[in-house]
C-alpha cells in the first residue's frame, strides 16, 4: 500500500496506468483506522492486479474535496484518471470493499 499526498496523488493515481485503489482516510477517523488493517491484507492479496494507494484527507482536503470526498471513510477505484466506483462511509466494510476489488481485479 502506497502513501500519497496532494503531491504525488496526480501521478501515483491520475496517470497511473491499469487501475487503482484509494484509502481516503482521515486522522481520528475511527472507521477509517479499523478498516486500515483489511485494506492492507487486501492489497497483500491483489496487489499484483491492482496499484493501491492510501491518502491521508487530513492533510489534503482541497484535493479531497476536489474527488468529491466528503465524509470518511471512502474506498475508491479509479481508472485512467477517473474514479468509476466507490464505497462510503458505512458502505465501506471489509466485505463490501473485498467484493468491489475482486469486481476490477
Known amino acids: ?17 491499469g487501475r487503482v485503489v484509494v484509502d481516503f482516510y482521515g486522522d481520528g477517523c475511527a472507521p477509517c483506522a479499523a478498516l486500515m488493517p483489511h485494506m492492507h491484507d487486501l492489497a497483500k492479496e491483489y496487489g499484483e492486479k491492482l496499484k493501491f494507494c492510501a491518502l491521508n484527507t487530513t492533510k489534503a482536503r482541497r484535493l479531497a474535496i476536489s474527488q468529491k470526498v466528503l465524509g ?29 476489488i475482486k469486481r476490477y481485479a
Open 1 to 17: 500500500m502506497q502513501e500519497v499526498d496532494k503531491t504525488t496523488f496526480e501521478t501515483e493515481v491520475l496517470r497511473a496506468q
Open 72 to 100: 470518511l471513510p471512502v474506498i475508491a477505484v479509479y481508472e485512467n484518471g477517473e474514479m468509476i466506483d466507490s464505497l462510503v462511509k458505512e458502505a465501506a466494510t471489509p466485505e463490501n470493499v473485498e467484493e468491489m
